[in-house]
């Protein structure tokens, strides 16, 4: 006998067709909330990731910057110890100078002339003294002026004065002190 179905059969398929798309849009739902979860934890991973080498390169940093500073430190430290040297080697170099700067004025001082006070800024000096007369401030401004440590002689004030019949000139002269060349300081010390 032949079959014959009397039932809605095209209303059964088309829940079955309604059931599939349902499971199958529920699948790719949940497949879709899966691969975005899945995406948003390794975007939070490399985040994570990312912000842990930034504190890192933060700590590298911050500890290179104090190693800056001490090192600017040390190179304030070494600048201010090569000044002192350089004050040291100036003043040990010039402690002969000195010497001889006293014996160029003690050797420079014709008869007749008298020194009261000598004063030095630098290289500059100020002498000043009597003189039994202006023609004796004169040889003592050419001895200046023939003298290896001493230059350029500069005569600032000259008076005359006269006392119990005697006649005086008192002087104030300016001077430079000089440094002779080796060769020079070498065949005179």
């Known amino acids: 006998m032949a079959h014959i179905n009397l039932l809605p059969w095209r209303e059964e398929l088309r829940k079955q067709k309604q059931q599939q798309f349902a499971v199958v849009s529920a699948g790719s739902a949940i497949l879709g909330a899966l691969l ?4 948003h934890m390794q975007i939070g991973g490399l985040i994570e ?3 842990q080498r ?3 390169l933060q700590k590298e940093i911050a500890q290179l910057d104090k190693k800056i500073e001490k090192i600017k430190e040390l190179e304030k430290t070494k600048a201010a110890l090569l000044a002192r040297m350089d004050i040291i080697q100036q003043l ?3 402690r002969p100078q000195s ?4 014996d160029e004025l003690v050797t420079t001082l014709p008869d007749g002339v008298y020194l009261e006070s000598i ?4 290289g500059a000096l100020t002498l000043a003294g009597v003189a039994q007369s202006n023609a004796r401030v004169s040889a003592y401004m ?3 002026d023939n003298s290896e440590w001493l230059t350029k002689p500069q005569l600032d004030v000259i008076e005359t004065k006269e006392d119990d019949k005697r006649r005086t000139a008192e002087f104030v002269l300016r001077a430079s002190q000089a440094t002779p060349s080796q060769e020079d ?3 005179q010390g």
Do not use: C, T
């Open 36 to 39: 975005v979860l899945l995406a």
């Open 49 to 51: 990731n990312q912000n």
């Open 54 to 56: 930034n504190q890192f």
């Open 92 to 94: 040990q170099s010039s």
């Open 99 to 102: 010497v001889h700067l006293m």
């Open 119 to 122: 004063s030095q800024k630098g």
């Open 142 to 144: 050419r001895n200046i």
């Open 185 to 187: 300081a070498g065949e």
